[in-house]
């Protein structure tokens, strides 16, 4: 996820910086401020990552069933009115035309996409902090 938005990224800062630096700063120092400002965005992103994997390393570690579980239970219920509007439904359609399609807002979208971008988060840092006790061996 990191990795693909920092070229588009670090296009915008290159951008602005040219914009906003004077013309009298030579290319190394332009070099250098630009690699600085990038650094501090990936650390505060890194930052944001580190903050949501807690969160869910929390959520997975929770004492209440539905804590532990309700972001395989969302997922579940986005893949079961995905498969009932482009499995189901055509395929009972053939049939009969007494077949709803389920309405997928955007808003459902988003949070399939922060659910699972929290599990792939969540599963980084667990392996992450199973190697790190294991003193770096893999």
């Known amino acids: 996820m990191i990795q693909a938005l920092i070229g588009p990224i670090a296009g915008i800062v290159r951008d602005v910086l040219r914009r906003t630096l004077p013309e009298k700063i030579d290319e190394k120092t332009r070099a250098e401020i630009e690699a600085k400002v990038?650094?501090?965005?990936?650390?505060a992103d890194m930052s944001s990552l580190e903050q949501q994997a807690k969160i869910i390393l929390a959520e997975a570690q929770g004492e209440s069933w539905l804590q532990r579980n309700w972001r395989p239970i969302l997922m579940l219920v986005i893949v079961a009115i995905v498969a009932n509007n482009y499995i189901?439904?055509?395929?009972?359609?053939?049939?009969?035309?007494?077949?709803?399609?389920?309405?997928?807002?955007?808003?459902?979208?988003?949070?399939?996409?922060?659910?699972?971008?929290?599990?792939?988060?969540?599963?980084?840092?667990?392996?992450?902090?199973?190697?790190?006790?294991q003193g770096g061996k893999t």
């Open 38 to 43: 990038l650094s501090e965005l990936l650390k």
């Open 88 to 133: 189901l439904v055509p395929w009972l359609s053939l049939f009969t035309n007494k077949v709803a399609i389920l309405e997928l807002p955007q808003r459902l979208w988003d949070l399939m996409s922060l659910g699972v971008g929290g599990y792939v988060v969540g599963r980084s840092a667990e392996k992450f902090a199973r190697i790190w006790k």
